[in-house]
Structure formats: structure tokens, C-alpha cells
């Protein structure tokens, strides 16, 4: 049976008068070998980002039993989830004009078994370290993402662009919905962090790796994560959700 332990801290920002990013965590390892974790970020800037993150992790969250009950497609799942809670994004929108450009992006991670499926909309994001090295596994719908693939810049200077904040997709966009999906197999210890942009637009992935490696405790890591973005200007939401599992150590501490 896999072992897992996380931890999920968020910080408001200076950019909304609420805390525009939701988490959600279903941890059901023990009695399902099932676990699911989310990070949603209301879009910056539109009108009710809150009310959008809590739509998506809602459905989600009401959902959770589906896949408990059936593992067999995951990712139908997924797309089936995201399509609802995006349809029901759009006519809450239309309903309500203060809120005509609702919309929240969207990471998030299922283990079942010794496996995880991982899915994306937006540029909130979800890295994996294990015995392979520290990676980002799902890719940014953004502006600078393209300039990247296209290789006019590196990835190390995503960071740096003046519009590293404008997105390209987001649930409540628009009428059709395209996640990326990724899965593997987890062997050994690993890590995955699942977090808002307001983490990555200022902390650099050497810093967030380095952070990661620390023998702290995830609610120290988390903290100290929450921290370096702060430290480094973060005016917008940040919010961080640490998975760690096989850890060959006894006595976790969260």
C-alpha cells in the first residue's frame, strides 16, 4: 500500500480583496488507495476569481466518490468534471453580468495505486522530484510558454517576462476546454508540489527545489516556500500543496 503524507498553506496577496486561489484535498489512501489534490487560482483581474476556484474544487470535491468507485478512466473523469463545473463557470457568468469574465485555472494530481494522473488548465503548476531529478511535468498556457516551445526563450527566463502573467486558457474562457494530461508510475520516494502562479512568477525552480530538499517538516517547506515569494515581491495569492510519499524515514512530521 502506497504512504503518503501532504500539506496545503496559502497566502492572501496585496492584489485582491480576497484570497482568489482554492486547494482541495481528498486523502483517501489508506481506505481506497485513492488520493486527490487541487489548486485553482481565480484569474487575476476578473471580477469573483474566488467564486470561480471554489466552483472548481466544489465540483470536484462532489465528484470525488466517482472515481473512488472506478478507476478504470481516470482521465474521462477528469475531462467530464472540468466540462461541467466549466459550463456551469459560463452560464453563472451570463447570469451575472458584475461577473462576466469569471474563471480560475486549474492543476491538479490523482494517485491510485502506485500511479498519479496529473492535469492542468492555466499556468498554475505541478513539479515532481524523485530519484529522475526535479521537474515541471505539466505545461503553462501562457504567452511566454509559447515563446518558450517555439525556443525563442529559455525556461529560466519565464520568470523574467513582463507578461509572464497572461494566460491563454482557464476554465470559464470559453465554451470548449482542452486539459493537458500526464501520468506515471511512482517508484521509491517522491515529491510533487502543486502550486499558483503566485509562487512561480517570483520564486525561481533552483530556489523551489532547494527548498524541497530540505530536511524540514512539508509544513516548513510549505512556509518557507510562502516566504521566498514574499521575500521576492509576491503581490498576488499564493498557494502551495506538498505530496510526499515512500519516505524510507519513521516518525513524519507534517
Same mark, same amino acid.
Given at each position: 500500500?502506497?504512504?503518503?503524507?501532504?500539506?496545503?498553506?496559502?497566502?492572501?496577496?496585496?492584489?485582491?480583496?480576497?484570497?482568489?486561489?482554492?486547494?482541495?484535498?481528498?486523502?483517501?489512501?489508506?481506505?481506497? &488507495?485513492?488520493?486527490?489534490?487541487?489548486?485553482?487560482?481565480?484569474?487575476?483581474?476578473?471580477?469573483?476569481?474566488?467564486?470561480?476556484?471554489?466552483?472548481?474544487?466544489?465540483?470536484?470535491?462532489?465528484?470525488?466518490?466517482?472515481?473512488?468507485?472506478?478507476?478504470?478512466?481516470?482521465?474521462?473523469?477528469?475531462?467530464?468534471?472540468?466540462?461541467?463545473?466549466?459550463?456551469?463557470?459560463? &452560464?453563472?457568468?451570463?447570469?451575472?453580468?458584475?461577473?462576466?469574465?469569471?474563471?480560475?485555472?486549474?492543476?491538479?494530481?490523482?494517485?491510485?495505486?502506485?500511479?498519479?494522473?496529473?492535469?492542468?488548465?492555466?499556468?498554475?503548476?505541478?513539479?515532481?522530484?524523485?530519484?529522475?531529478?526535479?521537474?515541471?511535468?505539466?505545461?503553462?498556457?501562457?504567452?511566454?510558454?509559447?515563446?518558450?516551445?517555439?525556443?525563442?526563450?529559455?525556461?529560466?527566463?519565464?520568470?523574467?517576462?513582463?507578461?509572464?502573467?497572461?494566460?491563454?486558457?482557464?476554465?470559464?474562457?470559453?465554451?470548449?476546454?482542452?486539459?493537458?494530461?500526464?501520468?506515471?508510475?511512482?517508484?521509491?520516494?517522491?515529491?510533487?508540489?502543486?502550486?499558483?502562479?503566485?509562487?512561480?512568477?517570483?520564486?525561481?525552480?533552483?530556489?523551489?527545489?532547494?527548498?524541497?530538499?530540505?530536511?524540514?517538516?512539508?509544513?516548513?517547506?510549505?512556509?518557507?516556500?510562502?516566504?521566498?515569494?514574499?521575500?521576492?515581491?509576491?503581490?498576488?495569492?499564493?498557494?502551495?500543496?506538498?505530496?510526499?510519499?515512500?519516505?524510507?524515514?519513521?516518525?513524519?512530521?507534517?
Amino acid at each position: 500500500m502506497l504512504n503518503i503524507e501532504y500539506w496545503s498553506m496559502s497566502k492572501k496577496g496585496k492584489k485582491h480583496t480576497v484570497n482568489e486561489d482554492k486547494s482541495y484535498n481528498a486523502d483517501m489512501i489508506n481506505t481506497f &488507495n485513492t488520493g486527490l489534490f487541487l489548486v485553482c487560482d481565480g484569474v487575476g483581474g476578473y471580477a469573483g476569481g474566488d467564486i470561480a476556484s471554489f466552483k472548481v474544487a466544489d465540483k470536484f470535491s462532489l465528484r470525488f466518490s466517482t472515481i473512488r468507485e472506478n478507476t478504470s478512466d481516470i482521465e474521462g473523469f477528469i475531462s467530464q468534471t472540468i466540462n461541467e463545473v466549466n459550463n456551469e463557470i459560463i &452560464n453563472y457568468a451570463q447570469q451575472n453580468p458584475l461577473y462576466s469574465k469569471l474563471a480560475s485555472t486549474l492543476v491538479g494530481l490523482i494517485i491510485v495505486n502506485e500511479k498519479y494522473y496529473s492535469f492542468s488548465v492555466g499556468d498554475s503548476r505541478i513539479y515532481l522530484r524523485d530519484k529522475v531529478g526535479f521537474r515541471q511535468i505539466n505545461e503553462d498556457d501562457s504567452r511566454v510558454w509559447e515563446r518558450y516551445k517555439a525556443g525563442i526563450i529559455k525556461k529560466s527566463e519565464i520568470i523574467k517576462q513582463t507578461d509572464k502573467n497572461i494566460i491563454t486558457a482557464a476554465i470559464g474562457f470559453r465554451e470548449q476546454v482542452e486539459p493537458h494530461f500526464y501520468s506515471g508510475s511512482l517508484t521509491g520516494y517522491f515529491q510533487f508540489i502543486l502550486c499558483s502562479d503566485g509562487l512561480t512568477d517570483f520564486v525561481t525552480e533552483g530556489d523551489i527545489e532547494k527548498i524541497l530538499s530540505q530536511d524540514k517538516s512539508l509544513r516548513d517547506k510549505c512556509s518557507d516556500l510562502i516566504k521566498k515569494a514574499l521575500d521576492n515581491g509576491s503581490y498576488d495569492d499564493i498557494t502551495v500543496t506538498l505530496i510526499e510519499g515512500d519516505r524510507q524515514l519513521a516518525g513524519w512530521s507534517q
